[in-house]
C-alpha cells in the first residue's frame, strides 16, 4: 500500500530537476509523466517525509549525511533493474545541487547499498 500523496505535473520547475517532493505533494515536469524512475525516486522522499513524521525537510536541510542517505535510497528506486542507468544516476547525485561533495563513483558506491 502506498501512502497518500499528491502528484502534480507542471511545467516549470528549478533548474536541473525533473521532480521535487515537498512533504506528501510532488511536482514532476509534465514531460516526465510517464517516467517509473522518477515517480519511484520522488515517491521515496515522500516515504521518507512520513518516517520523519514530517521532519524530512529539516534533515535534508541541515545534515549533510542525511542528505547523502535520502538520496542515495531515492536514487536506488530510481535505477532500472538491470543496472544500465547507475551511472547516470551517479552522475546527478554527485552534481553540486545536493551540496554533497561526492564523486560520480561514490555516489554509484552509495546508491548500490540500497540495491
Known amino acids: 500500500m502506498r501512502l497518500p500523496h499528491l502528484v502534480f505535473y507542471v511545467d516549470r520547475l528549478p533548474s536541473g530537476f525533473a ?5 506528501p505533494v510532488v511536482r514532476i515536469l509534465k514531460s516526465h509523466k510517464y517516467d517509473d524512475g522518477l515517480h519511484d525516486h520522488e515517491y521515496e522522499h515522500v516515504r521518507q517525509w512520513y518516517l520523519t513524521l514530517g521532519l524530512h525537510g529539516v534533515f535534508y536541510l541541515v ?3 542525511y542528505r547523502m542517505w535520502s538520496e542515495a535510497k531515492a536514487y536506488a528506486k530510481q535505477v532500472k533493474d538491470d543496472l544500465s542507468d547507475l551511472g547516470t544516476m551517479a552522475y546527478r ?8 561533495g561526492i564523486t560520480r563513483s561514490e555516489a554509484k558506491l552509495k546508491i548500490l547499498r540500497f540495491i
Open 19 to 23: 521532480g521535487v517532493a515537498n512533504g
Open 63 to 65: 545534515s549533510r549525511k
Open 93 to 100: 547525485m554527485s552534481l553540486p545541487v545536493y551540496n554533497l
